[in-house]
Every structure is written in C-alpha cells, then in structure tokens.
C-alpha cells in the first residue's frame, strides 16, 4: 500500500495519521500547518500536534533527480552551492561587523560611566573635605583671616589668639587625671624592665631583616616620616615626598592603606596607640586626621599659616600638639576638629619641632636659633630653657621614665638633659657633618636610637654606642622601635623602608 501525504501528494518520510480527518500527512509538513492554524487542514476541526498517530511504513528511497546525472547539471549544483556559501559568508562578516560596532559603543559607555564615577567620587571627598574646614576651627575668625598670637614677655606666659575656643577647666582635669595614672604606672615599671626586652647583646648583633623599596613613588623618591603602632607593632606608617602617607604591615609585607590628601610632602606622621587612626602634617600648612580602615581624612586642621613641623598625640589620645614655621604651637581636639588654643613662642622664632612628655601636662619645642624650650600646658606658659645648641633644632625625644630629655640639632650632638635639675648631663658628639634627622627612646627608656647619616642605638645611663646600623644608601630620616625593642624600624630618602633585629 502506497501512502501519500494528503498537503504534498509525495510519499511521506515520516507518515502520521489525523485521528480527526484519517489523512496521511508527512510529519513537518502538518506539524508547521498545526502551529500556523490549529486545524485539521482536511475538515478543518481542531487539530494539535500531540493528536497525530505515528504511522510504520516501509522506508521510501527516492530517485536522484534527473537533472544530476549528467556533468554538467552537477557542476551547476556545485556552483550553486558556492554561491549559497559566499553569500552565507558575507552575511556572517555583516554580521561581525555590526557586533563589533556594538562593543565598541559598549566599551565607549563602560570607560564613560568610569570616568563619572571617578569625577563624582573626587567631588564627594572634596566636599567631605570642605566639610571638615566649615567645624568650628579656633585660629579662624569669621571673616576667614588668622590673627597672629601676641607673645608677652613678662612672666614668660604667651597670650592667646582671641579666636581660640580655650582649654576648659573639663579639659585640664581630664588631663590632670590621665598624667596621674600614667606617673603611677611609670613609677611602678621603673623599678623592673620588662621580661622580654631586648638584651644589649642582641642588639648588638642587628642585621637587617627586610628592605622595602615600593611603599612610596620611584618618581619623587624619600620617606621623611615613620611611625610604629604601639599596640599592634607589625603596622608601620610612613609619610613620603610623594605627598601620601602609607600603612604598611611588615609580617604579611602588604601595604594596608595608602593615604592621598596632601598638596605638598607629608613631614611627621603619627599612628594612634589604641586605634586604626594616623595624623599627617605638612608644609601645606595642614594637619589631616585619617581613618585607615576606608583611607579617608575625618578631620582637617588649619591651625597654622605656615609649614607644620612638629606633631605630637597627647597621650589621652584625644588632643594633638603641633609646631609650625609661623612661631606658634597649638593644642587642638582631633575628634571634634577645634583649635582649642594656639600660643605664639618666645622669641619670634620658628618653631621647628615639638614633643609631649609622657605624662602630657608638659612638652618641649625646638626653635630655629638653636633654644629648647619646655612647656606648661595647663597654663601654657614657657617653664623652662635649655640652651646649648648651636644650629636649628631638628628633633626632641622624652625618655619613658620622664627624667631625661633627647635632643638634636644642626650641630652633629645629641644632648642629654636632665628635666629634674635642668641642665645638660651628657653630650654625644657625632662625626663631623653629621646630620641628625630623629631620636627616639625605645618605650622602656632603655635605649636611645639615632637616625641621620646612619642609624645608631645607644644603652641609656651608660650612654655606650651599641650599634652602628649603615645599610641606607642616603640620609635617615625617622627610626622607631618595636616592641620591647625586638626589632629597629628606619626609613631613608633612598626611598625604603628597613627593619632591623636578629636573624
């Protein structure tokens, strides 16, 4: 029996059968009539493609058509072929083309959207910026110009700027109380080191450990500042020529956080003791309080007219003291961001540096014509001179125990001062044309390290040099010491970052 496909009148390749009709249909043929009409093409009844019934037939082989029996009807198929493919190939080059015209709209779009995004972001931080400049900020008037501090020279007390909003009495008892603990507790420590210090012997036998070369720009090379966060040594800042400050982490080597606010080099640098929070100062006159956790300032500080060259964090950790090249110091509240008094120095000189004692109700500042002098801050007056010098100070040291007194100056010596009798007790003098960039008593008080042409640790009261550290390539800037003196910190204008300690 012969079966024939009720659309084609062919025989069907794949015959199924219409329960509503009984015609034989070839299955694509009634398959793309069902998705068209949903009728039985026959009668017209509805018809769905689940209805048909497959038929068995014996296959069918057609003949080769008449026309590719002879050459030259194969030759026209091949060439009829040909064409089909060139004119597929042309249609997928179209096709291409217009897709990669797509993409490259699509990536114009992507780096547009980026750039918006990066200009938005610099708006945002510049408004947070200004923001912080619109706290209450007491070395400014209203009309937005700095009044100079008058020095008083009878009784040696400084009077203040009118703009400041003044240390109040919660303040100085707040104060009061923090160095009364902090004398008892050093009272206590003095009569033990700590178990676990460093002996003289190993420090003797430093090498370096590590050398960091990558933490600032290769283009303006130097560090100028370093600081060790007291509580989790491993975190080491450093503030560069680059204009950023960097948290760098020295057991897993990976930069935490770099810092970008500065419009000129960042001097001094300091790490909070107890939080995840640093303070830069600058030649550009400001002092900037960072979160490192999202590397942002919270706070900015205008509390001086001219570079600031000292820095130092009450040991609340609530107040910082600066220093600047306009003659005055200044006392301000890092969390609320006010200056709360700004005081001119003695002299009319430039302040060229300034340090807290450990208890904070003291501190002493460096001047440009060589004088050291020492502070009451409660009444911010000058207590105390101690001349010897015979160049710019360039950096102060108070020793943990709060008796002795470190400094440094243009004059290749460092002197030693006793706070209890007011005066010089020990003079180390440095090679010829040594230039001393910072001094630093290791918490302990036990030793004194020196950076400049070199790096050197002394044994305090004995005053012996204990080791001559020389593997920088250019001038030390900044020395720090781990815990317990375990290792020794420096950074270099040959731009790294190097620590110390035995192998």
Known sequence: MSLTCAISNDVPEHPVISPVSGSIFERRLIEKYLNENGVDPVNGQELTVEQLIDIKATPVTKARPPSATSIPAILKILQD?????????????QQLQTARQELSHALYQHDAACRVIARLTKEVTAAREALATLKPQAGITQSGIPQPAIAAEAGGVAMQPNEQAGITDDIIQKLQEKATVLTQERKRRGRSVPEDLLSQESIRSFQTL?????????SIPGILALDIHAADTSKILTGGADKNATVFNKDTEQIIAVLKGHTKKVTKVIYHPEEDVVMTASPDTTIRVWNVGTCQTSILLRAHDAPVTGLSLHPTGDYLLSSSLDQHWAFSDIRTGRLLTKVAGQGSQPLTTAQFHPDGLIFGTGTADSQVKIWDLKEQSNVANFPGHSGPITAISFSENGYYLATAAEDSCVKLWDLRKLKNFKTLQLDESYEVKDICFDQSGTYLA????DVRIYLCKMWNELKILNDHTALATGVRFGKNAHYVASTSMDRTLKLYGVM
């Open 450 to 453: 020196v950076a400049g042409s």
């Open 81 to 93: 072929e040909w064409d089909a493919v060139m004119l597929h190939s042309f249609t997928l080059r």
């Open 210 to 218: 590590a050398s960091h070369p990558s933490l600032h720009s290769a």
